[in-house]
């Protein structure tokens, strides 16, 4: 039964371990010696920056690749912001019921 709970408690702390490295703690001298060797579109990069529901900004670092799919969302969602609402009605009933 004890070395059940140990074996348990070994799953949970392994599987709760993250061995990737955090950007966010990282210098900029570290991050550069992180990107050194990497090719362009996995090499991270940092930004400061607020999210739409408060002013305080934070760090976020993301690769290359990961930066584009976040611009190119956000840029569908200004898209569907931006776009009107069509309150027209459809065909079939604006132009009246079919006459025989």
Request: net charge negative.
């Amino acid at each position: 039964m004890k070395s059940l709970l140990l074996v348990s408690a070994a799953i949970i702390v392994t599987a709760c371990s993250n061995n990737s490295p955090s950007f966010v703690n990282m210098s900029a001298i570290e991050l550069a010696a992180h990107n050194r060797g990497l090719p362009a579109e996995e090499q991270v990069f940092c930004v400061r920056e607020a999210d739409s529901s408060t002013y305080i900004r934070k760090l976020v670092c993301q690769s290359y690749e990961g930066w584009l799919e976040h611009n190119e969302r956000a840029a569908m969602t200004v898209d569907v912001l931006n776009s009107r609402p069509n309150y027209s009605l459809p065909n079939s009933i604006q132009n009246g019921p079919a006459r025989d």
